[in-house]
């Protein structure tokens, strides 16, 4: 018989990826989910996203969690780091292998160029090797077989999402050739042992969301409640990220960073707060959150 799991009421995180110092963009996800968690009176966890280690930075992560400290955040418990579950990812695997959900795919990746792309221009598996019943082999990827589901939610944001899984993203890796784990097979699996009932991060996992809730109910997961935030873009109309080298957060301007954040996010800080101490951001912004502000674009520059 399934075991409901009891999860406590409101419980966020914040899993910043440590290939880069923190930039605005990231400021602005961290504020979002920080004061939503905050002001439901629940708890707000730190994740270290190194599954993929090809992209860390070394000492980026604790450069991440001093920068979150000046700026006044204050999360529960040690933070976790992706490279020490590894075998929880595995674990997952393993199961989701013997219900029959995944298979060895021997495709390379020069191939990938005749493959269809879904909308943001990204390759989509067409199934070559899903009825080939390879078996594992060094080299092989493994992927979700993700037949013909269609997923939908409701945003905390953007209202009814509805993604169908096969035209989006096609059955999508979970262990890469390299042996790394996906971070979509990471992500569920660590929300799920951190009992996270309340993702609020960036538009641009919007789509990935899709695929998050397809793989928790695959692994008989309960499924979080879902906030995307608007992203901040770049004066060239790209996403602020850290892999396109954005520019990190001033240090001793936190509160000044802390205000446009709030202002990203439709909040109206007074123009005075900016000077202010960051306790004293902390506590407007804690009796002034209103979620129903936050503008209902995906992608937006700021001045
Ligand atoms: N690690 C991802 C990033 O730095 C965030 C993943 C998530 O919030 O699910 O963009």
Request: charged residues 25%.
């Amino acid at each position: 018989m399934k075991q409901e799991k009891i999860r406590i009421r409101y419980c966020g995180r914040f899993a910043p990826s440590p290939s880069g110092p923190l930039h605005f963009g990231s400021i602005v996800t961290a504020v979002g989910s920080f004061l939503e968690a905050c002001t439901q009176g629940g708890k707000w966890l730190v994740r270290i996203e190194d599954v993929d280690v090809t992209r860390i930075r070394p000492g980026m992560d604790s450069l991440i969690l001093r920068t979150l400290e000046n700026h006044g955040f204050v999360w529960t418990g040690e933070v976790v780091y992706q490279h020490c579950r590894i075998e929880a990812y595995r674990a997952a695997l393993d199961d989701l292998c013997a219900r029959k959900h995944v298979y060895e795919c021997l495709c390379s990746r020069k191939e990938m160029g005749l493959w269809p792309v879904n909308s943001e221009g990204e390759p989509v598996y067409p199934g070559i090797c899903r009825h080939k019943g390879l078996n594992s082999a060094a080299g092989s990827t493994r992927r979700l077989n993700v037949q013909d589901a269609v997923i939908s939610f409701c945003d905390a944001t953007y209202g009814i999402q509805v993604s169908e899984l096969a035209r989006e993203a096609g059955d999508f890796v979970l262990q890469r050739k390299d042996g790394l784990y996906a971070y979509q097979l990471a992500v569920v699996v660590d929300d799920d042992w951190q009992q996270i009932t309340h993702v609020v991060r960036g538009s641009d996992l919007l789509t990935s969301t899709g695929r998050q809730i397809f793989l928790q109910k695959a692994l008989d997961f309960p499924v979080p409640a879902y906030r995307h935030l608007p992203v901040v873009l770049n004066s060239f109309g790209k996403k602020l990220s850290k892999q396109n080298l954005a520019q990190p957060v001033e240090p001793k301007r936190e509160s000044q960073t802390l205000c446009r954040a709030l202002s990203f996010l439709g909040q109206d800080p007074p123009d005075e707060l900016g000077r202010a101490r960051v306790e004293d951001v902390w506590t407007w912004a804690r009796s002034n959150w209103n979620p129903s502000r936050i503008p209902l674009y995906k992608q937006a520059r700021f001045p």
